[in-house]
């Protein structure tokens, strides 16, 4: 009884999101490209997800532009594409979310889809790392203990470390 109440219910939950995101709403769009992505409650579907991610990013929904970056960086679903990737990145790190932030920042150290600049990595994981994003902290604790695009510092490294 209770488990096939669970099972309708996800059902209409689904449907009112596949309604959703007909309609263009970014959201709806992005949780039913994870549901396809993940296979949750539809059928998995990469090629799926992908569209899904790509017109909720569209939209300028940040936390699916680095969903559908992290896609193309990977090559998860998509081809391999380094500088859509960091495309993706940059235009949700621009609207503050620190995994963007992060993720641009490993783009800037490694040179993948950017030209490579350790300052502007260094910029960027500190802007993940003012938000409290723990890997921000790692990784800005990692460049300061280096001196990786900034100048050399194992106090602030070790503060960060210990955050």
């Given at each position: 009884?209770?488990?096939?109440?669970?099972?309708?219910?996800?059902?209409?939950?689904?449907?009112?999101?596949?309604?959703?995101?007909?309609?263009?709403?970014?959201?709806?769009?992005?949780?039913?490209?994870?549901?396809?992505?993940?296979?949750?409650?539809?059928?998995?579907?990469?090629?799926?997800?992908?569209?899904?991610?790509?017109?909720?990013?569209?939209?300028?929904?940040?936390?699916?532009?680095?969903?559908?970056?992290?896609?193309?960086?990977?090559?998860?679903?998509t081809a391999h594409d380094e500088k859509k990737g960091a495309?993706?990145?940059?235009?949700?790190a621009k609207q503050g979310l620190a995994d963007a932030q992060?993720?641009?920042?490993?783009?800037?150290?490694?040179?993948?889809?950017?030209?490579?600049?350790?300052?502007?990595?260094?910029?960027?994981?500190?802007?993940?790392?003012?938000?409290?994003?723990?890997?921000?902290?790692?990784?800005?604790?990692?460049?300061?203990?280096?001196?990786?695009?900034?100048?050399?510092?194992?106090?602030?490294?070790?503060?960060?470390?210990?955050?």
């Open positions: 009884g209770a488990q096939m109440a669970g099972v309708a219910a996800e059902a209409k939950e689904i449907g009112l999101t596949i309604e959703r995101a007909a309609h263009g709403d970014a959201a709806a769009q992005r949780r039913l490209g994870c549901r396809y992505e993940l296979g949750n409650g539809v059928v998995q579907d990469q090629a799926e997800a992908l569209r899904l991610y790509t017109q909720a990013a569209e939209q300028g929904d940040a936390i699916v532009q680095h969903s559908l970056g992290r896609c193309y960086m990977t090559g998860n679903g495309r993706l990145y940059r235009k949700a992060l993720g641009l920042g490993r783009c800037f150290e490694d040179g993948a889809g950017v030209v490579q600049d350790e300052e502007e990595a260094v910029k960027l994981y500190r802007q993940a790392a003012v938000q409290g994003f723990a890997d921000g902290q790692y990784e800005l604790g990692h460049c300061y203990a280096k001196g990786k695009g900034c100048v050399k510092n194992e106090k602030e490294a070790v503060k960060l470390f210990r955050q």
